[in-house]
């Protein structure tokens, strides 16, 4: 392993070709995931048969947390873990630990279907997690066990969120992903299911990501439709964001009851302000998340790269960033082949 990199205040981090730092590390760590959501990983594709990678081709925990030190040292701020889904990694504790040590890491989080969260929320907290979010596409059970398309039931999710909660994971994030024709007719429900309980659900525009999910614009349900049948039932009004680059806008109830989120990259695209970083589960690097192909840090790893070698690589790919897909989502773009999410996470 190469030196040890210098204290944080000494480097300045790099900025792509519009300008944009780099601030957020998503790190997928398997490509592993238990449900077969109908818009992520439908199980025509991901079948029994369907190879997932194999052990040795993961980046291992040390291997992860070298590359997280690097980018950190280059501006990292917020680190989530991604998948697949996290949890099935094993030992996904450890990691937590050792990515919480990191000098300048200010927030950790981590996202997840919620299927084992109920019995490692507790765990995760203790090492060092900060916060979770839960992907939850209904709360009528129907609409959610044909979208999850393994049968799972909404309330082993609730039970999940209540012990993140328990376990001081706040506030927990839930991600509702909006397709039209299957679960828009939840948008309400949901709203009023976590309306009070200082939970904070964010409601995602069908998206375009891989090439597995049949994705059609008809399918879309604009953010601002969403937040109209919102508004028709419980008054909203708009927020501030918290920092530059969320993704979500936020969205207040009149009656101080809590807040909303939409996350409109399909008809309002925020890429201008992406400061996103993806590494894959057998460590590819991708500065977008349609990217087709992404940079191997596996092999600088495994091959004895010093972290100078490996944070000049980071550096010179980060330099030469020019995504914008969402902002140029058209004819340009459409049979560009890209990267599944269950290998960089959403």
Same mark, same amino acid.
């Given at each position: ?73 280059? %501006? !990292?701020?917020?680190?989530? &873990? *991604?998948?697949?889904?996290? $949890? /099935?990694?094993?030992?996904? @504790?450890? +990691? ?7 000098? %300048? !890491?200010?927030?950790?989080? &981590? *996202?997840?279907?919620?299927? $084992? /969260?109920?019995?490692?929320? @507790?765990? +995760? ?8 979010? !839960? ?212």
């Amino acid at each position: 392993m190469g030196r040890r990199l210098g204290r944080l205040s000494h480097v300045t981090g790099p900025v792509d070709t519009l300008g944009r730092p780099v601030r957020d590390l998503r790190i997928s760590v398997t490509d592993r995931c238990n449900f077969r959501c109908t818009y992520c990983m439908p199980k025509e594709i991901f079948s029994r048969d369907y190879q997932f990678l194999p052990r040795d081709e993961l980046l291992t925990f040390e291997e992860i947390t070298r590359v997280a030190r690097i980018f950190v040292r280059l %501006g !990292v701020r917020k680190i989530r &873990l *991604t998948g697949g889904e996290p $949890l /099935l990694r094993k030992g996904i @504790e450890d +990691l937590v630990g050792m990515l919480a040590s990191l000098e %300048g !890491v200010e927030d950790l989080t &981590l *996202t997840t279907n919620g299927s $084992l /969260l109920a019995r490692k929320a @507790e765990a +995760l907290a203790s090492a060092g997690l900060r916060r979770v979010t !839960v992907s939850l596409d209904s709360t009528d059970d129907t609409v959610f066990m044909a979208m999850n398309d393994v049968g799972f039931p909404v309330e082993k999710v609730i039970e999940g969120i209540e012990a993140a909660a328990r376990a001081g994971l706040v506030p927990v994030k839930i991600n509702m992903v909006v397709k039209r024709g299957v679960n828009d007719g939840s948008v309400v429900d949901m709203a009023r299911r976590f309306r009070g309980t200082g939970h904070i659900v964010r409601f995602i525009e069908y998206m375009d990501v891989g090439t597995t999910n049949g994705w059609r614009m008809e399918d879309v349900v604009p953010a601002a439709e969403i937040i109209r049948m919102i508004d028709s039932v419980f008054p909203l009004e708009p927020l501030a964001p918290n920092y530059r680059g969320e993704v979500a806008n936020r969205w207040r109830y009149k009656d101080g009851s809590g807040e909303i989120g939409v996350i409109a990259s399909v008809t309002q695209p925020f890429c201008g302000d992406c400061t996103r970083a993806r590494l894959s589960a057998e460590g590819k690097l991708y500065t977008c998340l349609f990217a087709s192909s992404g940079t191997d840090l596996r092999r600088l790893l495994r091959d004895g790269a010093s972290d100078e070698e490996l944070e000049q690589t980071i550096r010179r790919v980060w330099e030469a960033r020019s995504d914008r897909y969402s902002e140029i989502r058209s004819s340009q773009t459409v049979g560009l082949p890209k990267v599944e999410m269950s290998y960089i996470g959403g």
